[in-house]
């Protein structure tokens, strides 16, 4: 396995206000300053937490009031970290939420004395690099034998899903290279950013993608996008594949089964594999709930 660090660039210049705020702090003398941290359960409102470590309703009536306009309280997930800072009387300093290491919001007084909120400036890194492997079983676990995230399979397979379908056409000794945007903050590895160029090799088959303003392309400049995609969802693994001697799992002896089960979370988009027209949906019974799609020239896709 080879990775290459190509080149890096920053972006959003280092703010050093916060580092002057925290500084001031640490010279401050003992009990002046207090602060109060939690992080948002799964499950838990954010006034709710914020309740249990005992701010007053005032204060969070000020906290939720400045950050409504950034911030939809009613997707909250779970795992943002907040912190309120207080002076020795207990008067509102400053307000830290952070959503995610990229998404920091925060409240303190204006220069006019007024309470105002704001979106941190977060001083990132980009990192173009190279890796290249082989394929012993599926391209995630190729990936993270490589020292990547399987996230980086996911984008991928998306690159190229109207040319294979990774769920089927992947084989033992196919082998894989993909130049790829890594974020960083600090040293913390935050997520990927646009694939650059990838190759797959299958045997004798090699399929290259290049991208060009936000689309890919073939060496020879053909587009990489054709008349039906191959992968039609993000997949966490296949529950059942196609096969004509199955034995059914509840009926018991051989029934065929002639599709693919793709195992994903709650909530995956779909795509359709091709432009079309919704012909029905609905439930059915033996396929649950079933979109039926129609296709120029007479193809139909369920």
Known sequence: MRRQFIFLWAINPLSLACIFFFAQMAHSSEGQIHIIEGKIKEGEAFSQSLAKKKISFQWINLIVSKLRSYVDFRRIRGGEAYQLITDEKGEFVKFIYEVSPTEVY????????????????????????????????????AMKEVGEHWSL???????LAWEMDFSQ??????????????????????????????????GKKIIRGLRFKNKYYD???????????????????????????????????????????????IGTPVWAVADGVVDSAGWVEGFGKQVVLRHPNGYKSY
Do not use: C, W
């Open 219 to 265: 060496e020879k400049g053909y587009s990489l996008d054709k008349a039906f995609l191959k992968m039609p969802l993000r997949f966490n693994y296949i529950s059942s594949g196609f096969n004509r001697n199955r034995r059914h799992p509840i009926m018991g002896g051989v029934h065929p089964h002639l599709g693919i089960d793709y195992a994903a979370p």
């Open 169 to 202: 056409d992947v084989r033992k000794g196919d082998r894989f290279k993909v130049v790829v945007e890594k974020i960083y903050k600090g040293d913390e590895f935050i997520k990927y950013g646009a694939i650059s160029a990838l190759e797959y090799q299958s």
């Open 106 to 141: 925060e409240i303190e007084k204006d220069p006019k004395g007024e309470y105002a909120s704001k979106k941190r400036e977060i001083p990132l890194d980009i990192y173009l690099i190279k890796a290249e492997g082989e394929i012993h079983s599926s391209l995630a676990k």
């Open 153 to 159: 399979a996911t984008a991928f397979a998306e690159v």
